[in-house]
């Protein structure tokens, strides 16, 4: 794939430059002092962007290997959850509490839809009722499979209020960094994040929070664990080490990567992103795609819309990975029915104009029934009107 | 680190121009058709380098997630293992076998000394004679922590012949690539590696063959598993894929690396790595450093030497990384005690003699009692009488 290509998918994410260049440099003992540094900046940076003074850790991993530490050190087989699930991922991270023994009530949200934070203090409730309270609660804060963001904050605040000792344990993986969160504040125990989101970074490493409660919970939780032992990587931090060898040079990526978000800020970086998204709606619906999602709590960083009736999408995605545009199809269920365009980490609005010219000449090509010359307005006005943008969108509008 | 440091650990290893380049690619989409053939490709190397038709599939960890894939899959809590350990590595793969609730009997070799196969066959019969015969076979190939390699094709002799139910499983981390090995042909059912070993790519991939009778064992293994579940790797692997986000990146470096592997060949491979290794044991041993190692079965991958009485190694170590080498300490119980000299992966003889030349410069300068100004020549001489140099080795001799 050619620097060219728009990957317009909602990870790995396109890797600026500097990324791309840390990520390739000579390797370094990763029991001495160079990564010890690397560690401890890294470390900083990542409370900075999950908003806590919890400990951050890395692992080596997927983000899946992120989901499955935040189940194996918290909590012991028989424990009773409560998982709240809006998609492919909430149904993973129930999955795997299954596989370890953990009893799982679900509450499964429609697909498309965000999960109702009454509701889940009526589950809470349910489950006291019934002499079964939930040690903790499971919730995706973005779906990447939907394109949907969950009210995380109300979600949390209902579940402090209606059961204030289960831990809040959440998949963070494609919000955090990107939209707003903030850890400490809404009082997540554990959290999870991946580096191939909006980090910008290539993926190979998960990173996860870990409240005192959570450390509390870790110190009975009997599922046997290994590798995932965060109190192990916790002891190796402690000395600026991992317990393990860790992927030295996505470490490296995820150092720059660092650098050039504490550069732009948080609050231009959510900006960008609240930007960036809504011209990507805009200009699908302008297009007459029908997007999947509640509008109400359409995601900032990935945008799902709806398979024309009669349209393959296996077809139309190779026409458009021919003209160098890259979107993912649905998962699950949603497999040929949705597809799913990107839009986090480095990306900025000419990136999305260029996706929206291109899926609507392959769509031409295609024959798949659209609106024509219409969706490049229709995203520019939506950019325009989602706020101030920041002065990297706007350098990147005025040379689209 | 810059590109001049000799960095002479036992991992992560140097990595070639082409590879560093090939990790700086930008990303994929890891669904897509790229990906996928990618994927083949590495696999096909993999098996070569394994001398296996087994299934080899890749994980996104560190080697230690290997280790603990090879635990998971095929054993079930209360199973009885035989754990062969000569080192840090030995213990750890009987640790993690411990924490999933498997019995382990440990033949624990002394550090420094390779594990005796009539031991192995003696071990075996003791425990079928009490009625608790094992299920498996733990044996690590190469230890890193001590630069001891284990008659490990007479050991898998012994236990086909001893018990022939029980799998084989083993650490091949440190020497699969660098070093003769058969996966087929010595009858081993599950032997993992690491990325960043003889395979001169970033850490961060897992890479583990499992046999036929291994999958039979995976069908019955009932220790929860998912994340390093094989068996979802299999699966994603039939459509071109990993079942989570592969650690795209490192991917990229070991396609890159396997070309390189495929070009030089195995065999003068494994000359170059023998003849590396001799110049390091005869070049250290003319300083008048005791290698610590038994000399029969001493790591062409990585060669450990004992500190001196009265030196302080942290002090030494920290006078040659002044000076651009990086050397390894000692692990667990053999930390202070002895330092190790990596040499596997991207190595030639020039690289050694530049470490010797370093270390006895910085030796010099910390008032170490060594003898000087033999050990370049008796280096040359080793790595003249290993055998035949391959032409690269042959090239780096004489340059340096």
Known sequence: MSDTTNLRIPGPTPLPASVREAGSRPMVN?????????LGRVTAGLQRGFRTSNDVLLLTASGTGGLEAMVVNFLSPGDQVLSVSTGVFGDRLASIARSYGVTVAKYAVEWGQAADPAVVGDRLRTLAEAGTPATAVFVTHNETS????????????????????????????????AVPFATDAWGLDVVATGSQKSWMVPPGLAMVSVSDRAWAAHQTASIPRYYFDLKRARDAAANGETPWTPAVSICFALDAALALIDAEGYDAIFARHAAVAAATRAGLAAMGFRLFADPAHASDTVTSACVPAGVEWSKLSTELR????????????????IFRVGHLGDVHLDDILRALETLEAGAVAQRVPIVQGVAIEAARQAAAAAGPLGPVLAAAGATA
Do not use: C, M, W, Y
């Not at 995380?152 to 955090?176: E, F, K, M, R, Y």
């Not at 021919?322 to 029915?337: H, I, N, P, S």
């Open 322 to 337: 021919g003209r160098g545009l890259v979107l993912a199809g649905g998962q699950g269920a949603l497999t040929g029915r």
């Open 30 to 38: 990763h029991r001495g002092p160079e990564f010890k540094a690397l």
């Open 146 to 177: 939907t394109g949907v963001t969950n009210p995380l904050q109300a979600i949390a605040a209902t579940i402090h209020a209606t059961a204030p000792t289960a831990l809040i344990i959440v998949d963070g993986i494609s919000g955090v960094g």
